[in-house]
C-alpha cells in the first residue's frame, strides 16, 4: 500500500513562492499519476494539478494555470508542487494524492484512494 508523505507548508507573503513536496513510500512514484488538491476554508476541496505517471501529460486547473507548476523526481519517489505568485486566495491545506492511471491523470477526487496528509499553506502579509 502507497503511502505519501508531505512537506514544504507555511505562511508566505502576496506575491511570494513556494515548493511543496510529495513522497512515497511502499510503492515506486512512477507507478503513478500525481495530483495536487486543495482545500481553502469553508469550500470543499477542489484538485488543481496533476501530471501522469511517465510525466508527459499534466492538467491544470485555471485559477492557478501559469503560476503553479507541478514536476516529479522519480528516482526519489517525490513529486513536487512548485507555486508563483501567490495570493490571499490560495491559503488552503494542499494535499496529493496517486492514482494507477497509465499516460493520462485526472483531477476527479474519487478516483483516488491513497492521499497525503494534508499541509497549510497561508498567504498573509
Known amino acids: 500500500q502507497v503511502q505519501l508523505v508531505e512537506s514544504g507548508g507555511g505562511t508566505v507573503q502576496p506575491g511570494g513562492s513556494l515548493t511543496l513536496s510529495c513522497t512515497t513510500t511502499?510503492?515506486?512514484?512512477?507507478?503513478?499519476?500525481v495530483a495536487w488538491f486543495r482545500q481553502a476554508p469553508g469550500k470543499p476541496r477542489e484538485g488543481i494539478l496533476c501530471?501522469?505517471?511517465?510525466?508527459?501529460?499534466?492538467w491544470s486547473e485555471a485559477p492557478v494555470r501559469g503560476r503553479f507548476h507541478v514536476s516529479r523526481d522519480n528516482a526519489k519517489n517525490t513529486a513536487y508542487l512548485h507555486m508563483y505568485g501567490l495570493k490571499f486566495e490560495d491559503t488552503a491545506v494542499y494535499y496529493c494524492?496517486?492514482?494507477?492511471?497509465?499516460?493520462?491523470?485526472?483531477?476527479?477526487?474519487?478516483?483516488?484512494?491513497?492521499w497525503g496528509q494534508g499541509i497549510q499553506v497561508t498567504v498573509s502579509s
Open positions: 501530471m501522469s505517471d511517465d510525466g508527459l501529460y499534466v
Open positions: 511502499g510503492s515506486a512514484l512512477d507507478n503513478y499519476a
Open positions: 494524492a496517486v492514482e494507477r492511471v497509465p499516460a493520462t491523470c485526472y483531477l476527479v477526487e474519487r478516483r483516488y484512494a491513497s
